[in-house]
């Protein structure tokens, strides 16, 4: 469950990173990208759904702060991201489009998708900083150790064939 985790959290940076950025993608990859953002923030809370209960039932009682603080900060997360999104699609000229669904241009919706999606940058890296830990040690187990152990084995292998001069004939 935790390297799945860590990829849906890659794919979630990843993607955030890149639909910030709209005059580098163009807008059709935004438009989709910011889409199959949505997607992918669903199963990231629907991975945690545990957590956000636990956290969210015992927030009035003896928490640590660290807990109390995850949980203000990602409930803003959520927040902004449901308005990012909402905004977004009520704006979409490619997505909602291509999926028969018609809606009246507004510019109204701009000003809410630019002020929240500056909002969930800064709190987007507050909730990395929370969670730093984490998402060192997870590195440090998904991805860094296996990456040692494949040379690690390489360098065993020629260790042992150097061992034995004629193996290489």
């Known amino acids: 469950m935790k390297r799945k985790n860590l990829l849906v959290d890659t794919a979630i940076l990843i993607g955030f990173l890149l639909s910030t950025a709209p005059h580098f993608t163009g807008n059709t990859i935004h438009e989709w990208l910011g889409t ?13 759904w545990e957590w956000i209960i636990s956290v969210g039932a015992n927030y009035f009682k003896k928490l640590w702060q660290v807990s ?15 308005i990012l999104i909402t905004s977004g699609l009520m704006m979409s000229k490619i997505v909602m489009s291509t999926l028969g669904i018609p809606l009246t241009p507004s510019h109204a919706w701009k000003p809410i998708h630019s002020i929240t999606s500056n909002a969930a940058v800064i709190l987007t890296g507050i909730h990395f900083a929370l969670n730093w830990s984490l998402v060192v040690r997870m590195i440090k187990t998904y991805v860094i150790k296996p990456v040692l152990s494949i040379f690690q084995k390489n360098s065993a292998r020629s260790i042992s064939v150097a061992d034995h001069p004629g193996m290489n004939d």
């Open 36 to 48: 199959a953002l949505a997607v992918t923030l669903i199963v990231h809370i629907l991975m945690h």
């Open 68 to 82: 109390r603080l995850q949980f203000i900060v990602d409930v803003g997360v959520f927040t902004a991201f449901l």
